[in-house]
């Protein structure tokens, strides 16, 4: 487990190695400093749209999937979509004035503060 620094609101990185998983890609679980919510992404946040692109492209399975995602709602995590995450957020954000990068929900609970 990743725990992150102070000007982050991503609190810590949880990776299920390759070798552990089905398709033999990494799986990487976000944990926000806010409330407590995760994220669930194959490889890399970013790398696929999200869980469902991912299955489609061959690199997680929904076993592993379902695996990970009860580990979390058990222990009270809720499980945001990675391509929820992207959609533009229209609260303050002071680290992204650049209006060619507006602010997604990944910055305000993931990203940096």
Same mark, same amino acid.
Request: proline share 5%; glycine share 10%.
């Given at each position: 487990?990743?725990?992150?620094?102070?000007?982050?609101?991503?609190?810590?990185?949880?990776?299920? $190695?390759?070798? =552990?998983?089905?398709?033999?890609?990494?799986?990487?679980?976000?944990?926000?400093? @806010?409330?407590?919510?995760?994220?669930?992404?194959?490889?890399? $946040?970013?790398?696929?749209? !999200?869980? #469902?692109?991912?299955?489609?492209?061959?690199?997680? #399975?929904?076993? #592993?999937? =379902?695996?990970?995602?009860?580990?979390?709602?058990?222990?009270?995590?809720?499980?945001?979509?990675?391509?929820?995450?992207?959609?533009?957020? !229209?609260? $303050? =954000?002071?680290?992204?004035?650049?209006?060619?990068? &507006? &602010?997604?929900?990944? !910055?305000?609970? @993931?990203?940096? =503060?």
């Amino acid at each position: 487990m990743e725990r992150h620094g102070r000007n982050t609101v991503e609190y810590a990185r949880v990776v299920v $190695p390759g070798g =552990a998983t089905v398709c033999g890609e990494r799986i990487v679980v976000s944990v926000s400093n @806010f409330g407590s919510l995760a994220m669930v992404a194959a490889e890399n $946040p970013g790398a696929y749209l !999200d869980t #469902d692109d991912a299955r489609g492209e061959g690199v997680l #399975d929904v076993g #592993d999937l =379902a695996t990970v995602e009860r580990a979390l709602i058990v222990t009270g995590y809720v499980v945001v979509s990675e391509e929820l995450l992207h959609t533009l957020y !229209d609260g $303050p =954000a002071p680290l992204r004035k650049d209006e060619r990068w &507006p &602010p997604t929900w990944w !910055d305000r609970y @993931f990203g940096h =503060a």
